[in-house]
């Protein structure tokens, strides 16, 4: 019967150092698929902060290809500008000329008109225009540059403009040369 005790002793002592393994197992295993779970999620994050990291660089470098294409094109646009300037009193000129000769029939007469137009749409194709401001609009500081100030001959061209002397210009919508202009007072 000792031998049976014994050797159910044994046996119930063999029963708990398996399921003791079995337990240690599991607990190994549960602190693998842990550990497992850890490293995933930290390469989860590791991975989206670089998505981050990869769209901010992404967009820098968006803004910058704008940034540097906006300039370039503006630069062009006001290449120019210094030669436009120094051309628009030649541009005066010929209007005065235009003024003095405008009932004048002769053929030389004639070639300078020719010469006039060609200025201005040679101007016109880099974007000059001329500002259309006449007796009775309204004073604008922004396009306008009131030289004098003179008694308004009617009482609706008080605060507005009563004479033009200098025609004012703009190059690709940017202001190269303010309208002088006589305000009524």
Do not use: C
Request: hydrophobic share 35%.
């Amino acid at each position: 019967m000792e031998n049976k005790e014994q050797h159910e002793e044994a046996k119930t002592t063999e029963e708990q150092v398996k399921e003791s393994a079995v337990e240690t197992a599991e607990n190994l295993s549960e602190n693998q698929e842990e550990g497992e779970k850890n490293e995933q999620l930290k390469l989860q994050n590791e991975l989206a902060e670089q998505k981050d990291k990869y769209i901010r660089l992404y967009s820098e470098f968006e803004n910058f290809r704008r940034r540097t294409a906006k300039e370039k094109i503006e630069m062009t646009q006001s290449a120019n500008e210094q030669l436009i300037r120094s051309l628009l009193p030649v541009v005066d000129d010929f209007d005065r000329a235009e003024k003095v000769f405008k009932d004048a029939k002769d053929k030389e007469i004639e070639g300078i008109f020719l010469i006039q137009n060609k200025l201005k749409k040679v101007l016109e194709q880099y974007g000059v225009k001329a500002m259309t401001v006449g007796s009775g609009s309204e004073f604008d500081s922004d396009f306008h540059e009131a030289i004098s100030q003179v008694p308004a001959p009617d009482e609706k061209l008080k605060g507005k403009i009563v004479d033009v002397v200098e025609k004012g210009y703009m190059l690709n919508e940017k202001v190269i040369r303010f309208a002088k202009v006589v305000v009524g007072g």
